[in-house]
């Protein structure tokens, strides 16, 4: 098994944020959580990534436990994430940005006298192209536009070479065109790469147009999973959350 | 050790923090809402304290003279506080903390400088005012009235700055401007006025403490560096920008202090700093202090 | 003359290279130069600026009479900050840029010995007018040091008779001093007679505020708890108006207390000043009105509008004390004028007085008083003045070398 | 890109040409200028190595310390006491000022990475007093408040001259380290951190590790500057432990531009030059910096290096649409 | 004519942004501005409420020039920005964080009990810290945060991002509601579906200029426009 929770919970005061969820995710399945505002995908996300620590429930990944790992070193076992309001190096340039993840993840970062400029300067470049910001490989993060800080986001995740990837609304913000060609590139991404996709998303043609697997959030507890028809069918997925949209 | 001296000692850590909490306490409100630490509070302090000896040794008046003039010079204060604000820290809003830091570090050696051409470090002193002259007897043993007064200050600022922040939509205001005064700005609310008239207060709140520490203590140079750094533990103590934090900080600060000179006179200094160490090791934004994330 | 050996590091003090001696014999009608350095910041502020008028008063009327052999007195002032380092390179300044003759100051004894070690090596005398360890003339003595203010050795030991004397049957003791050099010594000098005197005594409490307290409230209830027959104490300056405020409502005066009660801060306490409350001081006109005092009362209120405190009238005394030095050596060189001021003695505003030869301290007097009122000023001043004379109380010269030999000074 | 790199190169070169005329400067600048300063030069470089390791922790790791100077302090304290106490070798008596210093450093520094902003600047300023407070009491062990005199270098080295290059050298060779680091995967690892540690942090790197590493390489340097320090005065003090000297690098970077590798050097040897010059003629220094603090921060935002690189680049810009435009 | 922009210019900086652009917002008009990321439709919104003042052209809002009075001298006029990345206040619950913004005026029709029947999700989380919100939540909040300021124009920064698809039903809904109360609407907003179910008009941008304008049935019928920003 992949990446297997098991009745993980996590509460906030009195609020259940996320409650007893059990799911596998597969290898090399690109796989959507959705569910209305609130649900608990983020949570559910923090708890897989370290962001926040489980009150109760397990997370395994690859047979290991990791339920109570640090982030950083979750990142190091190969689980790598986007923020949903993105979270970037506002003074770095794109370049620079995009080779701080592979310097971390090659664990060359403890290096202190060779010159940073000299390394993965293909590998950077190659991460720029896939994500279409090679053009603006020396403009400052912070002075790109809203979507092409989304795709940097996703540059930066992709330096660490991640197993398994969870992006937080991925497209969000993210013009219709745009939206298209991420959907195309997160395809690639598992199809040549193999990588495992976790994802949250609001808008339903993403989702339904990339995900194998869906499973639906609400107040914190999975209320359907399976395959993207089988969700559609499901009443209380419609009722909740499609209300006839998809 | 019998209980009327631990009493005693117990009401001197108390006279203490209350004064501490008067200065700190602006310092914190500064802080919570511009996000500025602001150095200079002690030498507003200062300066507060020498305006109301002017004033106090001009007006002449005999009972009410000093009250006068500890009101005049809190005026005065919030005045030189608009100069401040409007000509210096408004330009800076945008620009990072050590920015800000570095500038109201500026106005300490400025305002030192300033009082030394003024007044010339002369030690200065003004009595202790009527009807606060002699001491109230506790469990049989003396205890100035001036410091019930000081004591009794210091409650009425509690009460003033919770209302003001909690209970007020100014208050709300503030503490939304304290984390996105560009927001803010956007909803149509006055920011700048807003932050004018706060850092006023506390430099208000800094002019009338000086005045209360006159007839405290002395007034002399070196009063403004002696007080920051205490003021600092308290509110790391208690935790950045929070109101009961600095309440509790000054309270803490007050009582090692006053019992830490009763048992190991030569290392009360050391103890403030190793209660402030402890107390961030353990929980480092202090005690009502929130976490960054 | 024995060299100095500043530490007792292997270097011997061979006429070290980097040490340019630079004040050569200089051409007839040269100024003399001086170096006052004090320390122009916190609670120093004031007492540096008392010095340095005392200073410029000195130098005025000796350049009025025509200088000293001839030469015109040449005053330089430089700030300290209070800080030790600025301390060490403002004299290296002095030295190196004004090529000053001789140094005088400072007001903090720290940097007092930060700077002595400077000096030292490039060979210019510091007269010490206020700084008053005993460090720099006796723990680290250099030949480059001298002292004509009554250190705290002697300070404390006249007070603590004065004290005894008043309140002969106190046996149980408590302490306040400022927690430094200073109060440290002090404290040291008094527990050391105090026990000569009443070899029953007690001390029952040691507190110790730091420089610059402003709040004494808990100092002065944990004193009372120990309910002593008398303190003694060397809090000055706005401490000490501090510490007197806060302790009158608790009655604290009604136990016998010394500390430094000079003039500035009865000026500051005015009505405040506790009266029947002893003081100890360094030399002002109600301690010492003799003819020449008040001649220098006259003068500086004149010139500055004020009376004059302990601190104007030391430093005005060390400009003399140097005049008369160089005029004895007939040159401004600095050994020959070591040798001249060694013995000598001079007609002070505050009496006669001589340098010892051994360790360079100055036989200056200490004096104490007993706080009262009097018509003739609008603040309070002292009564049963008791002058001291420095050789009475300082260190004698077993006692010294004694020191020396621990410490490494070889003489 | 292959233009690109060609103006780099060229960058590169001119940069050098910049560092070559500077060192030669520093080298003949000794027979050229007056003893005073002379004394105020060597000064300058220590205070300037002081500065550069503490804008490793601000510039680059995005940390104010207010609490640097107790390392400083440490280090001075090291050797002095080596020195006088126990008559220690006087080079090893450096090492071990370094030594002590980072050693200390990795205890306060475990402490204080936990936090960011405003709250690491306070808690570095409570540790700072805490040492200083230490140092001020333990009369017995560090001579109080009195400090320790008489810490002599050895042979030619109390020669100013020879002190002065020697000084030179170890902070030519500090520098480089230094800005070896800030240049290497280690340095944009902290650059990061300051950016956004949170995103750096899921990308794998234990945010409190770096940190510390920084802090002790900062705190040894400053260590290392200390321990230079006092023997060239001879004498050490708590003061040098105390947070208003932890504030002077401070001003240093933020005046000299704490982005730039060189600006808190600049920054410093401004203020020393001002500081050692002004106090010749008045004892009203604090409003004078006050003032000149002011002028900078507003006139030249981002410090004096900052400031000019901007400029530098706009007019460049300028320059390039003109030339662009027929 | 409630808006009138003409010519402006912006920058960040030195980057220069927006080149020329002009529009028009009729009274009780709703009007969207559409273009892939990085058009300027942000800096187009933050121009008008003075965030990112211009540095030449014209903005008329009433027939009053506002380009260069800053943000809380053009708020108060009737305008209210609703931003892309929510600035919610985090110390304040979503009570406080909504009557912060209360401005009382006279016909005032929004107070605490309309928006929360506008997003009854929020009245649930009344006494919630405005930094315990699920980004949705958070979404809502700003929209409400900004109604209690009675707005004449609304500048609506993508409204729809992050919102469940009934979410953005219903506020489809209710922004038609809010338009018939004759609030006067700017839109940007990437969400097709919500843009032009609720707008009368439409301009298209790229790259700092208005490329295209035109009604929804123009837009719908132009070919290259529907395949490049509709996306249909
Ligand atoms: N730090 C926190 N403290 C308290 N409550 C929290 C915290 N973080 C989230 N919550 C609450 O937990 C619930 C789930 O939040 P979460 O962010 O996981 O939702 P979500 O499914 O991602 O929603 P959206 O689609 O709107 O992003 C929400 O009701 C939110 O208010
Ligand atoms: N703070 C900034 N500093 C410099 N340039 C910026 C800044 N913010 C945005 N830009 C630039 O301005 C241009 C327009 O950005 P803007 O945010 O207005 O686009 P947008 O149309 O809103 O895009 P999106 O749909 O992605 O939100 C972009 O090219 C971006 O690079
Ligand atoms: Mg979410
Ligand atoms: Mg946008």
Redesign the pocket.
């Given at each position: 098994m992949f990446l297997q929770t098991q009745g993980i919970t996590k509460e906030?005061?009195k609020?259940r944020?996320v409650n007893q969820v059990s799911l596998d995710i597969r290898k090399g399945d690109i796989h959507a959580i959705i569910?209305p505002?609130?649900?608990?995908?983020?949570?559910?996300f923090n708890l897989i990534t370290g962001y926040h620590q489980a009150t109760s429930g397990k997370v395994l990944f690859k047979g290991e436990e990791i339920t109570h790992l640090p982030a950083y070193r979750r990142c190091k076992h190969g689980i790598t994430r986007s923020f949903?309001i993105t979270s970037i190096f506002p003074k770095f340039t794109v370049y620079e940005s995009v080779l701080m993840g592979l310097l971390s993840h090659r664990g060359v970062t403890l290096s202190f006298f060779s010159a940073s400029k000299k390394f993965f300067k293909e590998e950077v470049y190659r991460i720029l192209e896939d994500v279409g910001l090679a053009d603006q490989a020396d403009t400052l993060g912070d002075s790109i536009s809203h979507g092409d800080k989304k795709r940097l986001e996703l540059g930066i995740t992709l330096g660490t070479e991640p197993e398994l990837l969870l992006l937080d609304e991925p497209t969000c913000g993210m013009s219709p065109e745009e939206t298209e060609s991420t959907m195309i590139f997160i395809r690639k991404l598992v199809e040549e790469k193999g990588l495992t996709i976790l994802f949250?998303e609001?808008d339903m043609s993403v989702v339904f147009g990339i995900a194998k697997r869906i499973s639906v959030?609400h107040q914190g507890t999975l209320i359907a999973d399976g395959k993207p028809d089988e969700v559609r069918a499901n009443d209380e997925v419609q009722k909740i959350y499609l209300g006839g949209t998809a | 050790m019998s209980f009327d001296i631990l009493f005693n000692q117990f009401m001197s850590g108390i006279a203490r923090a209350s004064l501490l909490f008067l200065v700190a306490s602006g310092l914190s409100l500064t802080f919570g809402v511009l996000r500025v630490l602001n150095f200079a509070h002690g030498s507003l302090y200062m300066l507060g304290a020498f305006v109301t000896y002017s004033i106090w040794k001009g007006l002449l008046i005999p009972v009410v003279g000093f009250y006068i003039a500890t009101f005049l010079a809190a005026l005065v204060m919030g005045g030189i506080g608009i100069i401040i604000e409007f000509f210096l820290l408004r330009r800076l809003y945008a620009r990072g903390w050590p920015e800000q830091l570095l500038v109201t570090y500026a106005l300490v050696l400025i305002i030192t400088d300033l009082v030394k051409l003024g007044w010339g470090g002369e030690f200065l002193s003004i009595p202790r005012p009527v009807p606060f002259k002699g001491a109230v007897s506790l469990f049989g043993f003396p205890f100035p009235s001036y410091n019930f007064f000081v004591i009794l200050l210091g409650l009425a600022l509690v009460i003033f700055l919770w209302w003001l922040v909690y209970r007020t939509r100014i208050g709300d205001i503030i503490r939304a401007a304290a984390h996105d005064r560009e927001m803010v700005a956007a909803l149509g609310i006055p920011i700048p006025w807003l932050f004018t008239w706060i850092f006023v207060l506390g430099a208000m709140i800094a002019g009338l403490s000086g005045g209360v520490a006159g007839p405290y203590g002395a007034i002399a140079l070196g009063m403004d560096i002696e007080i920051i750094v205490e003021c600092f533990a308290v509110v790391v103590i208690g935790g950045m920008g929070s109101l009961p934090g600095t309440l509790l900080g000054s309270f803490i600060v007050g009582q090692v202090y006053a019992f830490g000179i009763m048992f190991k006179p030569e290392l009360a200094l050391a103890f403030i700093f190793m209660v402030m160490a402890a107390v961030l090791i353990i929980r480092p934004w202090g005690i009502f202090g929130r976490p960054e994330r | 003359m024995a060299q100095a050996k500043p530490t007792p590091a292997k270097e011997p003090a061979k006429a070290p290279a980097q040490a340019k001696p630079v004040a050569k014999p200089a051409a007839p009608k040269e100024p003399i130069k001086l170096g006052a350095i004090y320390c122009f910041a916190g609670p120093c502020y004031m007492y540096s600026e008392s010095a340095i008028n005392g200073i410029r008063i000195a130098a005025d009327e000796i350049n009025a009479k025509g200088g000293i052999m001839g030469r015109k007195l040449d005053v330089i002032v430089r700030d300290t900050e209070m800080k030790v380092d600025v301390g060490a390179r403002e004299v290296k300044d002095l030295i190196l840029r004004e090529k000053v003759n001789f140094l005088e100051g400072p007001c903090s004894s720290g940097v007092g010995l930060a700077m002595q070690v400077v000096h030292s090596e490039y060979k210019v005398i510091r007269v010490t007018t206020m700084a008053n360890t005993e460090g720099q003339v006796v723990d680290k003595f250099t030949p480059y040091i001298v002292q004509i203010v009554p250190n705290t050795y002697m300070e404390a030991k006249a007070a603590t008779r004065y004290l005894h004397k008043k309140v002969p049957t106190a046996k149980k003791f408590a302490t306040i001093n400022p927690d430094y050099e200073f109060g440290r010594r002090e404290f040291a000098a008094f527990k050391e007679e105090i026990t000569k005197l009443v070899p029953d005594a007690e001390i029952l409490y040691e507190a110790w505020p730091k420089p610059g307290e402003k709040d004494f409230t808990a100092f002065i209830t944990a004193i009372m708890a120990k309910k002593p027959d008398a303190v003694h104490s060397s809090l000055f300056g706005g401490d000490l108006v501090a510490f007197t405020k806060q302790a009158a409502p608790y009655e604290f005066f009604k136990t016998p207390f010394i500390a430094l009660y000079d003039l500035p801060v009865l000026l500051a306490l005015g009505p405040d000043a506790p009266e029947g409350t002893f003081g100890f001081g360094r030399g002002c006109f109600f301690m010492d009105p003799n003819p020449k005092m008040l001649e220098f009362v006259d003068k500086y209120k004149k010139v500055r509008g004020a009376y004059p405190d302990s601190w104007a009238v030391q430093a005005y005394d060390g400009v003399y004390l140097l005049k008369a030095a160089v005029e004895k050596a007939k040159t401004s060189e600095t050994e020959a004028v070591i040798k001249a001021m060694e013995g000598i003695s001079i007609d002070s505003l505050r009496g006669r007085f001589t340098i010892r030869p051994l360790d360079h301290m100055g036989s200056v007097p200490c004096y104490q008083g007993t706080i009262a009122k009097d018509p003739a000023y609008p603040f309070k001043i002292w009564k049963d003045i008791s002058r001291v004379p420095g050789d009475q109380v300082w260190r004698s010269e077993e006692s010294v070398r004694e020191v020396w030999k621990k410490t490494g000074v070889v003489r | 890109m292959v233009i690109q790199k060609m103006e780099q190169n060229e960058s590169m070169v001119k940069r050098g040409w910049w560092l070559i005329l500077l060192l030669a400067g520093a080298i003949i600048a000794p027979h050229v200028i007056s003893d005073f300063y002379l004394v105020i030069l060597i000064e300058a470089l220590i205070m300037s190595l002081f500065a550069l390791s503490f804008n490793l922790l601000f510039g680059y790791m995005g940390q104010l310390s207010f609490g640097q100077a107790a390392f400083y302090g440490l280090g001075g304290y090291t050797v002095a006491m080596l020195i006088t106490k126990v008559n220690f070798n006087f080079w090893l008596s450096l090492l071990a000022g370094v030594g002590v210093a980072g050693f200390v450093g990795l205890i306060v520094g475990f402490f204080c990475v936990r936090l960011r902003g405003i709250y690491f600047a306070v808690l570095t300023l409570a540790f700072g007093q805490l040492l200083f407070v230490i140092i001020y009491k333990w009369h017995d062990f560090t001579g109080g408040d009195d400090g320790i005199q008489g810490v002599f270098p050895p042979g030619i080295l109390k020669i100013p001259i020879v002190y002065y290059y020697f000084v030179l050298l170890v902070f030519i060779a500090s520098a480089f380290i230094l800005w070896r680091i800030v240049n290497s995967p280690f340095g944009h690892t902290l650059k990061a951190m300051r950016e956004n540690p949170e995103r750096t942090e899921f990308l794998g790197i234990h945010i409190a590790r770096y940190q510390l590493i920084t802090f002790v390489i900062a705190a040894a340097f400053a260590g290392l500057a200390g321990a230079l320090w006092v023997p060239f005065y001879r004498s050490v003090a708590p003061f040098y432990l105390m947070w208003i000297k932890s504030g002077e690098p401070v001003m240093a970077a933020i005046l000299g531009g704490a982005s730039t590798f060189f600006g808190p050097v600049l920054g410093m040897f401004i203020m020393t030059f001002i500081h050692a010059y002004i106090l010749g003629f008045t004892h009203f220094w604090p409003i004078i910096m006050g003032t000149i603090i002011l002028i900078i921060i507003f006139a030249l935002p981002g410090g004096i290096l900052e400031f000019a690189k901007v400029k530098l680049k706009e007019r460049q810009e300028r320059m390039k649409s003109a030339k662009g435009s027929p | 004519m409630i808006l009138e922009v003409k010519e402006i210019h912006t920058y960040y900086g030195t980057s220069h942004i927006l080149f020329g652009i002009s529009l028009e917002v009729n009274d009780g008009e709703v009007v969207c501005l559409l273009g892939r990321n990085g058009a300027g439709k942000t800096t187009t919104l933050r121009s008008i409420i003075g965030l990112t003042p211009p540095r030449s052209g014209s903005i008329k809002f009433k027939g009053q020039e506002i380009i260069g009075k800053p943000p809380y001298r053009i708020a108060p006029l009737g305008i209210g920005f609703v931003p892309d990345d929510r600035r919610i206040f985090p110390d304040l619950t979503v009570r406080q964080n909504i009557l912060v913004a209360r401005r009382e005026k006279l016909g005032a029709i929004w107070d605490l009990n309309r928006v929360y029947s506008l997003f009854p999700k929020l009245k649930e989380?009344d006494s919630?810290m405005g930094?315990?919100?699920?980004?949705?939540?958070q979404q809502m909040l700003t929209i409400a945060r900004t109604l209690m300021t009675n707005p004449q124009l609304l500048l609506l920064d993508e409204p729809g991002e992050?919102l469940?698809p009934l979410v953005i039903r219903a506020m489809e809904h209710q922004l038609g509601e809010i338009k018939k109360l004759g609030t006067t609407m700017l839109i940007c907003e990437h969400n097709v579906g919500l843009a032009t179910a609720l707008s009368d008009r439409a301009y298209l941008m790229d790259k700092g200029t208005i490329r295209y304008q035109g009604t929804i049935e123009e837009l719908r019928k132009n070919e290259e426009v529907k395949k490049k920003y509709l996306m249909v």
């Open positions: 906030f005061g609020l944020a569910g505002n609130g649900a608990g995908k983020s949570t559910y949903q949250t609001h959030l | - | - | - | 989380l919630h930094n315990q919100l699920s980004g949705g939540e992050g469940a």
